[in-house]
């Protein structure tokens, strides 16, 4: 139990390297392993066949992906709460020029930020300290009431543009499920989307990088695209949450995010990046251009001094995902602790919105046929003939990388890239239904094969007297290793 228990250790610590350490223990072994065959198929294949094959499958999906889509490293983790497994890790192609994705490689994770700010206010909602149904303008000021905002509504014919009176006040749960009619800077055609853009343009050419307060302030001033809670419209919502979360906790978003989510997982390499984050650390980030080439970006991207806010702006590992994939579909960390009730989980993967019909992700795109939650948005048929992970919830960054949870089945999946594409996110929506897919599948397999926690095995011999022979002659051969 100790040696399994190390290797266990040494695996979650050195990810795949630990194929490596194992088969290094075994030459140096040698011809004395005759009399270890039990012992060895406990402590390595008991524990490790299921994983084992369930990441060769992860890393043959991964390389038709990288080569389906042109892109130059990916990596993927899968975490199997249900069954009792330890996590899989598998990647593929390079995450910086000559070197490989790992376990522990840091990469932006950009809109999956918005998922460990709603984790946080939660929290905050269970521990009554914030309510779904408080009006923003309770939090913030009188500069968010019904009052004071407003709502676009076209423009007359001169080209004055036409306003009506805003009919309900913005709440928390407006924000959370990106109802409140804010919008982003992003190119969407509309009048509102130009304004915002206009609006966050003038805010980056400042000689200094706007205050999280500042941000919140700016976007009280632009119009709404629509009533608050009529309908859904992808925004900078989670970013004002952010700022109910500072006020609440009397402190800066990224210390609420370290105290509620980030240190009780112990996710050590989750962080918001700093300004000139050395580059080297980081997985490369690349722009595809209109004609499919990629361009590194990466300096460029880093050099930004962003401040902490609630939509985007974290750094993060895929085993530090894998942590908060586990947490969010039981609730608790990995030690035991709860950190959200089951009520609080069946709350977020609950459609508020129904299905997604907006301008942003039409019914003719590959985002419009999901349902929306608490900041998530929700599997509404499944994977494969089964309807596999039908119900289970996700989000995704713009990057490319997504995180996913199935509390049904226990299964979490964690996708990263760094590869800026357009707002329809094909890469990243691809990837996500091919390696569900292939996951789903293998769980299925496992099922059938009678797999119950632990990898299916032919019986091993377990009584007491063969057990210590067995171990006796294990202590034998460690001596004459040492000895040689």
């Known amino acids: 139990e100790a040696i399994r228990f190390e290797f266990r250790q040494w695996r979650i610590e050195r990810g795949t390297k630990a194929g490596c350490w194992v088969g290094g223990v075994l030459r140096d072994i040698g011809d004395s392993l005759s009399c270890l065959e039990d012992f060895l198929f406990v ?51 390079e995450r910086a020029p000559g070197q490989k994705w ?45 009052e004071n905002l407003r709502v676009y509504r076209g423009k007359k014919i001169e080209g004055e543009p036409v306003y009506e009176r805003v009919k309900r006040e913005i709440t928390v ?47 009280s001033k632009l119009p709404l695209c629509g009533q608050p809670g009529e309908f859904f419209n992808y925004s900078a919502s989670t970013d ?8 609440i906790c009397k402190t800066t978003l990224d210390r609420v995010l370290d105290e509620l989510v980030i240190a009780p997982l112990d996710m050590q390499n989750t962080f918001f990046a700093p300004n000139g984050m050395d580059s080297s650390s980081i997985a490369r980030i690349y722009e595809r251009s209109p004609v499919g080439d990629l361009e590194d970006i990466t300096d460029f991207e880093l050099a930004r001094d ?14 530090d995902l894998m942590k ?24 977020v993967k609950t459609d508020h919105v129904g299905i997604i019909q907006d301008r942003i992700c039409s019914e003719s795109s590959a985002f419009g046929r999901f349902k929306f939650g ?26 490319g990388n997504f995180v996913s949870f199935d509390p049904q089945t226990g299964i979490g999946i964690v996708f990263a890239m760094q ?66």
């Open 43 to 93: 402590v390595v294949k008991n524990r490790d066949t299921d994983v084992m094959e369930l990441e060769n499958l992860l890393t043959g999906v991964l390389e038709e992906i990288v080569r389906d889509r042109k892109l130059p490293g990916v990596a993927a983790g899968v975490v199997n709460c249900g069954d009792g497994e330890e996590g899989a890790f598998a990647s593929t192609g």
């Open 102 to 146: 790992g376990p522990d490689t840091m990469f932006q994770v950009h809109s999956v930020t918005k998922l460990v700010t709603q984790f946080a206010a939660m929290r905050l909602v269970e521990d009554g300290r914030l309510s779904l149904s408080d009006e923003v303008r309770v939090h913030l000021g009188e500069h968010w009431s019904s």
């Open 173 to 219: 749960l407006h924000l959370m499920t990106h109802t409140s009619g804010l919008s982003y800077a992003c190119p969407w055609g509309t009048p509102v989307d130009e304004m915002y853009q206009s609006s966050y343009a003038k805010a980056a050419a400042m000689s200094e990088r706007e205050t999280p307060q500042q941000l919140e302030n700016r976007l």
């Open 240 to 247: 004002i949450l952010g700022r109910i979360l500072e006020g």
């Open 306 to 319: 962003a401040k902490p806010i609630g939509g985007k702006g974290l750094v993060s590992t895929v085993a």
């Open 324 to 347: 908060f994939s586990a947490a969010f579909m039981t609730g608790k960390s990995a030690k035991g602790v709860e950190l959200l009730s089951k009520e609080s989980i069946d709350l």
């Open 374 to 399: 608490l900041g998530v948005a929700i599997e509404p048929l499944g994977f494969g003939p089964g309807f596999a992970g039908k119900g289970s919830f996700f989000w995704i960054g713009f990057g």
């Open 419 to 484: 590869v800026y594409t357009d707002i329809r996110w094909d890469d990243c929506l691809y990837s996500r239904q091919k390696i569900a897919e292939a996951v789903y599948k293998h769980h299925a397999n496992s099922k059938e094969r009678g797999h119950s926690g632990q990898p299916h095995r032919p019986p091993i011999k377990t009584s007491a007297q063969e057990t210590r022979e067995t171990l006796e002659a294990f202590s034998q051969v460690l001596a004459r290793a040492g000895a040689a």
